[in-house]
């Protein structure tokens, strides 16, 4: 088999999975600092058991961020090892950056978070949160960061030939806010959000289905509620922005997005369709001179088809990138569109009526996870062939020393590693979720022995040895 | 050529990475110590509270290991390509292990039933195992060196990493972790469970001990050329001694039940063991034996000066803010472990 596609299905594998988890802890972050914000300023104890519950799911989806996020790291090293040679200067400088100042914060504080309860104030606690989930956003800024530099490349120049040469550094902060960083920053922090509230609806819809944890699951309904309506809504504004990033210094990546091979003429954005590729036709539902429009603000004015660049500096796997965009815009629509809609019936008292509409909120947990990897497979699929934008095949970019059967054996342990994992993650976060928030009982119930509500202390024996 | 303190940015990298990778080995050193152990505690008991000891930490401490890749992706890139794409497949097991390590210690307490626990408890100790021995192996077979072509790029077989020198060096270095993970429970630990660790803490300091002196006679008999420095320069027979001193003072230490004073002097020692091993390899990242020519040294494999002077920025920003905020979490934390309805 072809060392480049094993690396290349190995490295999307991996990053795919490794991408359901830190999103869910920058969102879910996000809901424990209002939660626990709500908790300290209200008193109100249903906010406690809220927040203590959410911190139980939070350390789960961490920790299996974390285990399949180490691998990221060295995965460049160990498959693309030409890729880190020529982009070490950078790509490695902001990686170094994400260990010392994003992952130190949030891996520091996370102890005081999870367990400190007890050991410290409530006030030192809140801190706490709030630097795991600023560790966590920061965390994203850098590896968003560095792949944005790779889609658009600017602050560098280039020194040696061949296979010597590499990208060195000439201003780190032109590296830093290349072109796209700052759009797409906002695009995956707000995507991240979405994923960890649209997790705390979809459980709360789950509990009030079937009728348990109502008075808590009532008013955290409603705050995750507000905050999906304001992020998905925010989230048009700020891909659109993404995407004009793309028509602006990616024209083929954007002409693969919606199908176009014709650069004379307009080009028209697609509810959804089909690419043949073959014979360069797209076809399906369309808004005639969309795209056009999008990018020009003029139905009519021609956008740069794929046509207009050599079929190897072209993604290729035009279909692909087409289906995912798409995919991802829906999903968006969809929860643009649940949101207002509880808002409206919100607004008129029928919030928790219909149960139909309660089985759709359990769901649209999926929605966010559906558009983050849709996203990133548009992006990435949608580079190709390059690794680095206009410099750097990805055929160029492999580990020279490392075998098909390497890769193979890697690819095979990964997978029925990952599966494994996820199967466990599934179980326990279900169990979690079905036992539901515990009312660990006020610290004077506490310190008198009076409640001991933790199921692992309940098949203990009492103490002692 | 740009200098920090007298010594060119190149070389200051350098003792930044081997700083972060010693800063790994002391923190993460007693958590993978403390997994690798587990097994010998038999009671339910007493595997919550060694995991509890060091579950609020162990994963700032595991991220010092995300920051030394960076730092050597970020510094060194061409020693980071040729390392990690050379070591692929023990690496590959090395990364399966730290995957398994981290998820047991989520998962184990997440259920009550035996069954369950018990085999998370087998994951974890093998998982912490296989860390520690996969972290000595590639070390030893670092500072022997590797096979390089003229592209630097790794020339030889994977199957070569199971030579005498590296296995020894990865029993060491599992002997080290284990010692000082004893230590460190013992800190953490009363009565009972207390006194147990205090007797498998003396049997690993014999197992580190013995384990280290077979490794370095092999050493000194048959990788000679690792010896040079220290013949070039006598002054730095000093590390070599306080090193002595510092192992000799652990088990010291451990009888007059000062444990605290252990801990530090068995922190020091491999802190010490890794200065030994930078200044044998230095200025070589991956030395190539048979093709000396082809070795990968620290100013082959740097970035530009720029870099090194942004990444020297970032470390002289970020070490100290990461250290603050760690005492704090270590302090929160300090004492006996005392269980509670938010512990594993």
Known sequence: ?465 | MQTFLGLDYTTCWFLVFGAVISGYAILDGFDLGAGSLHLFLKKEQSRRIAMNAIGPIWDGNEVWLVIGGGALFAGFPVAYAAIFSAFYVPFMVFLVGLIFRAVSIEFRSKEPWPWWRKSWDIVYCVASIIISLSLGLMLGNVVEGLPLDEHQEFAGSWLSFFNPFAILVAITTLALFMMHGAIFLTMKTENRLFVKLHVLANNFIVFFVVSFVITTLYTLLYIPHLSDFFKGHPVYFIIPLLMTLSIANIPRQVKLGKYRYAFISSAVTIALLLIMVALEVFPYLLYSPLRPENSITIYSAASSARTMHILLIMALVGTPLVGLYTSFVFWTFKGKVKLDEMSY
């Open chain 1, 1 to 465: 088999m072809d060392v480049e596609i094993l690396a290349r299905v190995q490295f999307a594998f991996t990053i795919g999975f490794h991408y359901i988890y830190p999103p869910l802890s920058i969102g879910l972050g996000l809901m424990l600092v209002i939660l626990e914000g709500l908790y300290l300023r209200t008193g109100n104890r249903i906010y406690e058991m809220a927040v203590r519950f959410w911190i139980r799911i939070f350390a789960l989806i961490f920790g299996i961020g974390v285990a399949t996020g180490i691998i990221m790291e060295f995965e460049f090293g160990t498959n693309w090892a030409t890729y880190s040679k020529y982009v070490g200067d950078i790509f490695g400088s902001a990686l170094a950056a994400e260990g010392i100042f994003a992952f130190a914060l949030e891996s520091g504080f996370l102890g005081i978070l999870i367990f400190g309860w007890n050991r410290v104030g409530p006030r030192v606690h809140f801190f706490s949160t709030i630097m795991v989930f600023f560790g966590s956003l920061f965390s994203a800024v850098w590896i968003v960061v560095a792949n944005s530099w790779q889609q658009t490349p600017a602050g560098f120049h280039i020194v040696g030939e061949g296979l010597n040469a590499r990208a060195e550094i000439t201003d780190f902060w032109a590296m830093v806010f290349n072109p796209s960083s700052v759009d797409r920053m906002l695009h995956v922090w707000v995507g991240a959000i979405l994923a960890g509230a649209f997790m705390v609806l979809s459980v709360n819809a789950w509990y009030l289905l079937h009728k348990k944890h109502e008075e808590i699951a009532r008013p955290t309904f409603k705050i995750s509620l507000i905050v999906v309506t304001i992020f998905s809504l925010m989230q048009l504004f700020i891909g659109h922005r993404s995407a004009d990033g793309v028509s602006r210094y990616q024209p083929a990546k954007l002409a693969a997005m919606e199908g176009h091979f014709d650069s004379s003429a307009r080009a028209d954005m697609y509810i959804f369709g089909y690419v043949d590729k073959k014979n360069e036709t797209t076809s399906g539902i369309k808004i005639p001179g969309g795209l056009s429009f999008l990018v020009h603000g003029d139905f009519q004015a021609p956008i740069q088809g794929l046509r207009a660049f050599k079929p190897e500096d072209r993604p290729s796997q035009v279909n692909s990138v087409f289906q995912f965009y798409h995919l991802m815009v829906a999903a968006g629509v969809a929860m643009i569109g649940l949101s207002l809609l509880g808002c409206w019936l919100w607004w008129r008292k029928k919030l928790f009526e219909y149960r139909w509409l309660l089985w759709v909120y359990a769901l649209s947990v999926l929605l966010p996870q559906l558009a983050n990897q849709a996203g990133w497979f548009t992006a990435e699929m949608g580079r190709q062939p390059w690794v680095v934008y206009g410099l750097l095949r990805t055929s160029d970019a492999l580990s020279r020393a490392v075998t098909a059967n390497q890769i193979i054996f890697s690819l095979i342990l990964f997978t029925i590693v990952y599966i494994v994992l996820f199967a466990l993650f599934l179980f326990l976060l279900n169990r979690k979720i079905q036992h539901g928030p515990v009312d660990y009982g006020t610290k004077e119930d506490i310190e008198s022995g009076a409640r001991r509500d933790n199921p692992l202390l309940e098949h203990e024996p009492a103490g002692g040895q």
